[in-house]
């Protein structure tokens, strides 16, 4: 019988929505869920990550014997793996999901090789990019059966109940802006498009310092760590905005994809940055707004748009929550069985 160990990074919110849909799956009796989520030991949110990456690594060397595959949530947990000598582990038992493309890493020698020494080793890659899984197609011919495509799933209901945040008061549904996120995200843009104006702007990042431009802050925005907002109060407050806005420091971001899904499915508009791991998913006017890279003009030309046209607004939505319904846990499950039966 096929056993396969699904190694997670997910939050409290995650969790409580994603293992009862597993468990009660058809799959269910096959999968087995490991959350590499730890209790915050540092308080650097890296060196927090990396450790959490870490012991997932350390985890899968110690139990990987009781599993016929291991599915990996997180593409550096693979990566990690990959690195180690292939006697310690069979890495053709592995799955993981990638977010690295070709035209991302052919700079970085380091990132190219980790990607390179990937494929060669692991069973297969899941992209949730299409415009990504394409380019591997081409550019790895001889891999091609090694690649998977699926749309990133919905990992929390719109349903869920959000605990009110001690912030609301800094959200106006009709106007404010929510910004959030970590991995590429181009807070500085932000800051260029929405400084000296009357527009609510509130963006929560890993470490406010961190931003370049943090001294041309203006009253309208407001900056907050993530250790100042639980999960539950981040999504309380992009559920309670006006829209989303996901900026992005390169085309070749292949960032950004929970943000949106969690705003697909809860009707809201999505302004986001035009990038590889984007574009699969929002349609320019269609279902979301799409902005040039580092574009503090079209930023803010985005966001009167929404403000002026109410049928726009109200259009994206709806062609987005339509497109979320594609994109349910249960799809993901299939395409991991069937890699698993390949």
Request: charged share 20%; with cysteine; net charge positive.
């Amino acid at each position: 019988m096929i056993k396969t160990l699904l190694v997670v990074d997910w939050n409290e919110l995650e969790m409580d929505y994603c293992v009862p849909l597993i468990n009660n799956s058809k799959f269910g009796d096959t999968i087995e869920i490991w959350n590499c989520k730890k209790n915050k030991i540092f308080p650097n949110p890296f060196f927090q990550r990396y450790y959490e990456y870490i012991s997932a690594v350390a985890f899968i060397l110690q139990h990987h014997k009781k599993y016929t595959h291991i599915v990996l949530w997180q593409q550096i947990i693979g990566f990690m793996l990959a690195l180690l000598p292939t006697k310690k582990i069979h890495l053709k038992t592995i799955i993981t999901t990638v977010l690295y493309s070709e035209k991302s890493t052919k700079h970085n020698i380091i990132k190219n090789y980790i990607f390179r020494n990937s494929i060669k080793k692991v069973k297969a890659l899941l992209y949730y990019s299409k415009e990504m899984y394409n380019e591997a197609l081409v550019n790895f011919k001889q891999y091609n059966k090694k690649f998977y495509y699926t749309n990133i799933p919905i990992l929390f209901s719109s349903e869920v109940k959000l605990s009110k945040s001690q912030y609301s008061t800094l959200i106006d549904p009709d106007q404010t802006i929510f910004c959030g996120g970590s991995s590429d995200r181009d807070f500085e843009t932000v800051i260029l498009a929405f400084r000296n104006t009357k527009i609510p702007v509130v963006i929560v990042c890993p470490n406010k310092h961190l931003i370049s431009n943090i001294n041309l802050l203006t009253n309208n925005i407001k900056v907050l760590r993530y250790s100042e907002v639980s999960n539950s109060e981040y999504y309380y407050l992009a559920h309670k905005a006006f829209c989303i806005l996901i900026p992005l420091k390169k085309e070749s971001s292949s960032c950004g994809q929970l943000l949106f899904s969690f705003a697909m499915n809860n009707n809201k508009p999505i302004i986001a940055s035009d990038s590889q791991g984007v574009r699969g998913y929002i349609k320019h006017e269609f279902n979301g707004l799409l902005v040039s890279v580092k574009n503090s003009v079209e930023i803010r030309e985005a966001y009167t748009s929404l403000i002026d046209n109410k049928k726009l607004k109200e259009m994206v939505c709806k062609n987005s929550k339509d497109i979320a319904k594609k994109m349910s846990l249960n799809n993901y499950l299939h395409i991991i069985n069937k890699i698993t039966k390949d």
